[in-house]
């Protein structure tokens, strides 16, 4: 949702602010996958893919933020 609220303004300050909020959002989210695996309630065959989708999000976040700096 920050995602989208971040493309929908116009100053390149609130489209930092809110891609910044959307990434610390998809870390809270690796977190929450990295609890997952050490309660055990995910396996590995499932961490791997499942932890591998914020970490990418992260990624083109702070690339996308870059870009507006």
Known sequence: MNIAEGVGRRSRAQK???YSIARGSAMECAAIIDVL?????V???EFRPARA???RIV????K???SLT
């Open 53 to 55: 989708l914020p970490v």
């Open 64 to 66: 996308l933020d870059q």
């Open 16 to 18: 930092r602010h809110f």
């Open 43 to 45: 396996d590995a065959s």
């Open 59 to 62: 990624q083109m976040l702070t």
């Open 37 to 41: 695996r050490v309660r055990g309630v």
